[in-house]
Structures are given as C-alpha cells and as structure tokens.
C-alpha cells in the first residue's frame, strides 16, 4: 500500500459503497471471495435420496488475498453434495457455522468485504447406486415349439429408498430345455427402468448379476389327425 499508515482495508468496493471501517482505508474494487478447500480421502456414499454427506478430511478456507490472513478459526455447519442422484464428481457445497469470519492484513488492521461460495472446482465426491432385488417374476407357461425362449412376466423390486418406484424391462428368459414338461427351469434378465414417485434407475444396481429364475411349463404341442 505504498507505506501510508492506515487504519483497515476493504475489498469489493466500488464508488458510493458503504465503508466498514474507521479512520482511514484502502479500498480496493478486488472481489475477495473464500472457498472451502478440502484435503484427505476420496467422498463417497450410498444413494439415500438425500444431499447430506459425511467428509472425514480436513476443511479449511481459501481464497485469501496475499498477505491476509484469518482471525480466527472457521466453522463449517453442514456438508451437501449439489445433486442427491448417483454420479461421479458431484460438487460437494459447504456451509459456514456462523458470518465470515474476520480476516486481518499484513499489518494486523482488519480487511473488509470478504465474502463466501460454498463451492470450489476440486471439493467433489460421488453417490454411488444403490443394491436392489428383483423378486417374484415368473416365466410365461407356452406350447411346445421346438425352442427354449420363454416370456418373462411380472416382477417386483426390493430396496428402493422411501416411496420410489422403478419398472422392471424383462429381458430374454430361457426354458432349461425346449422339451415339453412341467416345472421346468426358466432363467433369464431384467432391466431396471425409471418410475415413480421420483424413482430413477440410475440411482440403482442390481445387487447381484446372477440371472433371473422361476419355472414353468411347455405344453405338449397338440396334433390334428387328417
């Protein structure tokens, strides 16, 4: 500051701002903006429907101008990711306890107009998709045609979050044998797909990449006599 003497200095200001400090300032049109900056391991959770996160690194502030520095210790209140859906690189947003807090310049005189974004490029984490179960499809009894594709029918899934829902795409099912029969072995795969109530399928996996079973029956082909 050229070596004048002074009694705070502000940031932010522009012409006909209203000034913080007494006795005489600096004041400068600089934006000062701090950010969280995040320091330990990878964040993750399960998909809950909810932003709330756990972060077990360290938090601190930055953002500061040269020179500046804190005059006390921050508190944060919570952490957020910015999207509760299943993602990667999901911008994790942290909220201050209480105001700023104060900051002091080189010299130990207060420096104003700080402000705070409750985002920066590299505080991210991912939500990684919920396990689900597929239970009671069952397979479509047919007549015997000389092969073992089956229909799948039905289906339910288990697991979701709160009151959402998800359809099930039945894929191909196949008979043990395309031989007529009762009880006979049907397996086969299903797809999630988006439903209700806020239910995405993006935010589920299937807990387990074992196909699909039931049984049902191939009927004797019937025969016309001429």
């Known amino acids: 500051a050229g070596g004048l003497q002074h009694d705070f200095r502000q940031y ?33 959770k399960v998909y809950d429907g909810l932003t709330d996160v756990s972060v077990d ?3 601190t502030l930055a953002g500061l101008v040269p020179g500046d520095s804190l005059a006390g210790t921050p508190g944060f209140g919570s952490f957020r990711f910015a999207d ?13 306890s209480g105001n700023v807090p104060a900051v ?7 420096a104003y107009g700080y402000t705070y974004r409750e985002q920066s490029s590299g505080f991210v984490g991912t939500i990684n998709p919920k ?11 047919k007549v015997y045609d000389g092969t073992a594709t089956a229909t799948l029918l039905g289906g ?7 009151a959402e829902t998800l359809t099930l795409a039945p894929g191909t099912g196949l008979f043990a044998t395309p031989d007529a029969g009762t009880q ?3 397996t086969g795969s299903v797809t999630l797909a988006d439903g209700d109530n806020g239910g995405l399928a993006r935010n589920y996996v299937l807990a387990s990449a074992a196909p699909v079973s039931t049984r049902a029956d191939i009927l004797p082909r019937p025969l016309t006599l001429t």
């Open 12 to 44: 932010g200001t522009t012409f006909g701002d209203a000034i913080l400090g007494t006795g005489n300032g600096l004041v400068f049109s600089r934006v000062a903006r701090l950010r969280p900056d995040y320091a330990g391991p990878p964040i993750s």
């Open 184 to 186: 006979i072995l049907v």
């Open 156 to 162: 339910t899934v288990a697991g979701l979050v709160g």
């Open 57 to 59: 690194g360290s938090v």
């Open 104 to 110: 002091v310049d080189d010299s130990g005189k207060p």
């Open 84 to 96: 509760a859906n299943a993602g990667t690189d999901i911008p994790i947003l942290a909220s201050l």
């Open 131 to 141: 396990p689900v179960s597929v239970l009671n499809v069952t397979a479509q009894n």
